[in-house]
């Protein structure tokens, strides 16, 4: 049997004096318990905020071990990975895709930039590697730093690299050794050189007992290490064909790391390689103050700098900038997007692996690779560069397919477009046999495919001889002018909603 409870309102549950009878609630009583009320209102409320933010703390103390601390007011962790000493600061709110600077030495120091990019919802990293100057330990210790973070916390794999002073030295290092995994490089009086400093072999005053410090950590006599070609300065081809953006911050008056010894060179050598570079000059300023009072210009260029997607072009001349539809494809996407271009004028499918530039297409670490050879491929061009479309050519591209997934990117098939050759009034395509090759591996391999082959066909039928020739150059019947270029573009993009229809989002509205 159910026992049914007197309604709230019923007299059994008022309060009682001490007497025995009902309690009267008086004008004052009522104004304590309605305080009361407030008071634990308030209690509560704070009790529920600290709550939250103890559990966004501990979430983050789950994510990142160690110490926790504050970093002008955002949550910093200090912790030890791989044995070495390790920071991690994480904004209030996290910005999509999880950017990060990777700064190198001296944390801390002049964190103006590093705030502001934390408001903008950046992370700051650090790992130290003190005393080694760069070397390829200190790389191998960044290459187990970076594959944590981005592996097992899912920071965006293209961070921005700040180094300051000697900091320099590794930032450019680890770039050069993994072009493809940097968004850009902001340095503040980098070391570029070190025989500069710590080695003192210029106008510089030299590091003192660091420069035999330097000198174990790469393992050489002085007298190697003068020639020997292991600075930021040396090798920057890998960075420049990656298009690595640099931003160099520099007083004028350093005589610690003089300018003229190491950024001067590093930017002669970077506008020779045609690759991005700016250098932020402070007349009269020595080695210190870094960085700038106000941090915008930094802000700004590692903001947009920021490359969310990158994407390859590998093949011959009708994929080039100068002479193909690549720059003009290029275009089409924004600038969170970047389209680094490895094709070669002369490049076949055999040829363009045996000269290396397949091996340059893989070390950018690219989210695709837009893959298209043909034209170098048919019969008449030299031993060196042929191939059979039914054997040898088809080889090559599950080739190109099976190791461009094997590093985790996607690739993407185009069939190479038509000659401008005419016979009784339509194309007459010695391409044939590539493209249907093409075609066939795409399906086998379950590859995206863009069949730029059977749309320019289609295309040069209907405008016929004279109306498609202002897309060449005059007398060219192979290559394109920018019009060309940009035809050839539009056809590509009219196929991405079949065949890659996640990247138009990228596309330029």
Known sequence: MHRRHPPLTSPTHLPYSASGHHKVSRPKDRQLKMYSRKIMSITLSVLVSLACGLLNRIDAADAFPGRVSEFHSFPRYDFEHAGRRCTVV????????????????????????????????????????????????????????????????????????????????IIFNWAKANPGK????????????????????????????????????????????????VNPID????????????????GDADVVVPVAENTAVLEE??????????????????????SLKDPQVIVDFILNSRRD?????????????????????????????????????????????????????????PDYVFIQFGHNDCPGKGPKRETDPETTYRQNLEQYVAETRAMGAKPVLVSPMTRRRFKNGEIDSILKPYAEAVRVVASQTKTPIIDLHRSSVELFNELGDAGSAHFCPEGDRTHFNRQGAEKMSDLMISEFPSAVSELIPYLKR
């Open 90 to 169: 994480t904004p209030n709110e996290t910005a999509e895709g999880t950017p990060w600077v990777w700064r190198a030495r001296f944390f801390g120091h002049q964190p103006q930039a590093d705030i502001a990019l934390l408001q903008q919802g950046y992370h700051v990293a650090y790992v130290d590697v003190a005393n080694l100057f760069g070397a390829p330990e200190a790389v191998e210790i960044w290459d187990g730093f970076y594959d944590y973070l981005t592996k097992q916390h899912g920071f965006h794999r293209k961070p921005a690299l700040e180094g300051m002073s000697r900091g320099g030295l």
């Open 182 to 229: 940097v968004s850009c490089i902001y340095g503040d009086a980098p070391v570029c050189d070190f025989k500069s400093w710590p080695g003192g072999k210029g106008t510089g005053k030299g590091g003192g007992g660091a420069w035999q410090t330097c000198l174990k950590a790469y393992g050489l006599t002085e007298a190697e290490a003068l020639e020997a070609k």
């Open 235 to 250: 090798g920057l081809q890998a960075l420049a064909v990656a298009r690595v953006p640099i931003l160099n911050v520099v």
């Open 269 to 290: 050598r970077y506008v020779k390689l045609k690759a991005p570079i700016e250098v932020v000059h402070k007349p009269g300023v020595g080695h210190h103050p870094h």
């Open 309 to 365: 997607l990158t994407i390859v072009l590998a093949g011959d001349s009708t994929v080039t900038d100068a002479a193909g539809w690549g720059a003009a494809f290029a275009k089409r996407f924004g600038d969170n997007v970047e389209t680094i271009n490895l094709a070669k004028g002369g490049a076949s499918s055999k040829n363009f692996r045996d000269a290396g530039y397949w091996a340059r297409c893989l070390a950018q670490d």
